[in-house]
């Protein structure tokens, strides 16, 4: 057990010595975050066919005592970000409800980011990025979005970067890297074959692969460094990209940190391609 887990973490995992009824309790606040923080006690005890008592029972056993206190905790858990990913649109939901829990889903999303990163391996990131001749970052399917944009943050203040969207290109220029060159290989389920295969193609050419990334995936353990999280499992119609929301945020990390330890070169860089912009409109009309 994390000393940092959550109560609904703590929930779902079923770490909590629960009655029958309270066990319904339980599933309910998993299935609805969101709602155990803003429906009273009479209304949440209708919506699970239980008493109110056994709601109060249910509090005291998660260690809270009584509903008020439950709330209150549960509700600084989800404003802190502190909440597992899960949301829950339904179709009699007002416009109003829905802005808020996707607003609310993708907080807790980027809130959650840094408890999954380690420092160490980011520092270590963000050196290889600087030494390095060469850098390609690589993603497909719906990562090959997130490795654009990828790409377009890291290309403002890093000359050395590359980003190939095809995947015959990508191949290509990933065989020609050297030691002292690496990738960013980019995947929500890390069981992309084509990925794995350019990961290992990587590395046999000496090349460093930084890997954002499912833990424990094919595509992690091809990994010199990791910067990975827990995939994104459900990707249905009420689902939120959130995940890729944590992917870029992973980005602005080494990004930022980039900037921290190579100050000099990347502000140089970045006035240059600030430089080129502002020229290209004002020739041109662009806004």
Excluded at 126 to 140: A, E, P, R, Y
Excluded at 217 to 240: C, E
Excluded at 261 to 276: G, I, P, S, V
Aim: aromatic share 6%.
């Amino acid at each position: 057990m994390r000393h940092d887990e959550t109560m609904l973490e703590k929930l779902q995992n079923g770490e909590f010595k629960l009655r029958k009824s309270e066990q319904k309790v339980a599933n309910w606040i998993i299935d609805n975050s969101y709602e155990a923080t803003s429906l009273n006690i009479t209304t949440i005890a209708q919506n699970i066919g239980v008493s109110e008592p056994t709601i109060v029972r249910f509090c005291r056993a998660v260690g809270c005592k009584g509903f008020q206190e439950f709330k209150i905790r549960f509700a600084e858990e989800l404003a802190l970000g502190k909440i597992s990913e899960s949301i829950n649109i339904r179709l009699d939901d007002s416009t109003a409800v829905v802005k808020d829990k996707v607003a609310q889903y993708a907080r807790a999303a980027i809130a959650n980011v840094d408890r999954e990163i380690d420092d160490e391996q980011l520092e270590l990131a963000t050196h290889i990025l600087i030494d390095s001749n060469k850098v390609v970052v690589c993603g497909f399917g719906a990562s090959n979005c997130t490795a654009f944009d990828s790409f377009h943050k890291l290309f403002r203040m890093m000359p050395k970067v590359g980003y190939y969207p095809d995947m015959h290109m990508s191949a290509m220029a990933i065989g020609s890297l050297e030691p002292g060159d690496a990738i960013i290989a980019i995947s929500n389920s890390g069981k992309s074959e084509a990925l794995i295969s350019l990961c290992k193609l990587a590395r046999s050419n000496g090349a460093k692969v930084i890997t954002i990334t499912d833990p424990g995936s094919p595509v992690d353990q091809t990994a010199t460094v990791r910067l990975n999280i827990k995939k994104q499992v459900d990707t249905g119609l009420f689902v939120p990209m959130a995940h890729r929301l944590k992917q870029l945020t992973i980005i602005d990390f080494l990004v930022y940190n980039y900037a921290r330890l190579n100050e000099q070169r990347a502000a140089q860089r970045l006035k240059k391609t600030k430089t080129a912009l502002t020229n290209l409109k004002q020739q041109h009309s662009i806004i």
